[in-house]
C-alpha cells in the first residue's frame, strides 16, 4: 500500500492552455474524491467517484474542468483553456468506507498548478 | 447550503493547551472529521466523531455536539510540530445510492511559540 499519488507535482502553464492530472487511488478504496486549495483556505470540493460512477460534481464547477475515472481505478482531472484563477493545489483523496470503519479520506500530496 | 466556519488563526505556548472550534450548518451529517495539515503538504486524518461526546486520542481530543452544530479540537501539552492547519469537516450523506460528500472548513493556522 502506497498510498494515494498524484502526478505531475507541479506544473507551470500558460494562459489558455490544457492540463490534465493523474491520481492513483490506494487500492481497495472505492470513493475518489478531487479538491481544490487555494493559500489559507480549505480544500474546496470539485467532485467524486464512487467506482466509476461520478456521483457529484461541484455547481461552481465550470465545464472547462472534467474528470474520468475509467474503470474505477485512477482518476484524471483535466482543465481545459486554463485561467489565472485556475491557479490552486488540486488534491485527490480515497475513501473505503464499511459499516464499522470511520471511512476518512487519505489525501495524496497534491499537484500545484501555477497558470501563468 | 453547506457552512462551517473555524477562527482562521490561534497562537500559544509550547506545553499549553489549545481548543479549536468549529460550527457547522450542512444539509447532512454523518460524521465531524479533523484533519492536520502542515504547510505545503497533504492534510492528515486526527480524529473521528459522530456520536455526541468526547473521544480521546493520545494529546489529541474531539467534542461533538450533534444538537448544537458545534466540535472542538483540543491539543494538549503543545510541541513546535504542532504548528499546522487544522481543518474541519463534515461527512454529508446523500441519498439514496449517491454516496457521501465530506465538506470542509477554512482551516484554523495554529502557531506554536516556544
Known amino acids: 500500500d502506497t498510498g494515494v499519488s498524484q502526478n505531475p507535482r507541479h506544473k507551470i502553464t500558460k494562459r489558455g492552455q490544457n492540463v490534465t492530472f493523474r491520481c492513483d487511488p490506494i487500492?481497495?478504496?472505492?470513493?475518489l474524491y478531487w479538491y481544490r486549495q487555494t493559500l489559507g483556505q480549505g480544500p474546496e470540493f470539485l467532485t467524486y467517484?464512487?467506482?466509476?460512477?461520478?456521483?457529484?460534481k461541484s455547481r461552481l464547477l465550470s465545464d472547462r474542468f472534467s474528470a474520468e475515472r475509467p474503470k474505477g481505478s485512477f482518476s484524471t482531472l483535466e482543465i481545459q483553456r486554463t485561467e489565472q484563477g485556475d491557479s490552486a493545489m488540486y488534491l485527490c483523496?480515497?475513501?473505503?468506507?464499511?459499516?464499522?470503519?470511520?471511512?476518512?479520506?487519505?489525501f495524496g500530496e497534491g499537484s500545484r498548478l501555477t497558470v501563468l | 447550503g453547506q457552512n462551517i466556519d473555524q477562527p482562521t488563526e490561534m497562537t500559544a505556548t509550547e506545553g499549553a493547551i489549545v481548543q479549536i472550534n468549529c460550527t457547522y450548518q450542512t444539509s447532512g451529517f454523518n460524521g465531524l472529521f479533523w484533519y492536520q495539515q502542515h504547510a505545503g503538504e497533504a492534510p492528515t486524518f486526527l480524529s473521528y466523531n459522530v456520536l455526541d461526546g468526547l473521544e480521546e486520542k493520545g494529546r489529541f481530543s474531539s467534542f461533538l455536539s450533534r444538537s448544537k452544530g458545534y466540535s472542538y479540537l483540543l491539543l494538549k501539552e503543545l510541541q513546535m510540530k504542532d504548528s499546522a492547519s487544522y481543518l474541519c469537516?463534515?461527512?454529508?450523506?446523500?441519498?439514496?445510492?449517491?454516496?457521501?460528500?465530506?465538506?470542509f472548513g477554512p482551516g484554523t493556522r495554529l502557531s506554536v511559540l516556544p
Open positions: 487500492s481497495e478504496h472505492n470513493r
Open positions: 469537516a463534515v461527512r454529508d450523506p446523500r441519498p439514496g445510492d449517491y454516496g457521501q460528500n465530506f465538506v
Open positions: 483523496a480515497s475513501s473505503f468506507r464499511t459499516g464499522s470503519n470511520t471511512g476518512e479520506l487519505f
Open positions: 467517484f464512487q467506482n466509476e460512477a461520478q456521483l457529484e
